[in-house]
């Protein structure tokens, strides 16, 4: 049986639902963007939009003239600290999800939305224990 990865729902301290994905082997791969979602199927309903755009194209901001993409797409940029970073946009321009951690290598960080896309299709949905 092929390994499979979970997005793992939670509730925060201030109420809002946020989800993690993680690979078989635990590792986390992504995390919802923004605040959080007001319930639960909200939360839910942002994993299955995350399934449903993972193959989008990557718009590439480090370039010096950057083709800009319609939505849906993966936003592949540098942060302050110099870590290449990607967050996935859904059809309607919402930030769905992020990287957790920044990578050292532009290449590092196309490899993590592949995995993002891995592991995402047929994830289990499941709670925080």
């Known amino acids: 049986m092929e390994p499979k990865g979970h997005f793992v729902y939670y509730k925060t ?9 993680k690979a078989s082997n635990n590792e986390t791969i992504a995390v919802s ?5 007001s319930s639960l199927s909200a939360c839910k309903a942002g994993i299955e939009s995350v399934r449903a755009n993972v193959n989008a194209h990557i718009e590439d901001q480090t370039l010096a003239k950057p083709e800009t993409l319609t939505h ?9 600290a110099g870590k290449y970073r990607y967050r996935l946009k859904a ?6 999800c992020v990287c957790e951690d920044g ?22 949905v499941i709670p925080e224990k």
């Open 103 to 124: 990578y050292a290598t532009k290449d590092g960080c196309k490899r993590g939305i592949q995995s993002l896309a891995k592991w995402a299709a047929d994830s289990d």
């Open 33 to 37: 963007g923004g605040t959080g979602y």
């Open 13 to 21: 301290e201030k109420g809002y639902y946020n989800y993690r994905l």
């Open 72 to 80: 849906p797409k993966f936003e592949l940029y540098k942060d302050k």
């Open 91 to 96: 059809g309607n321009g919402e930030l769905i």
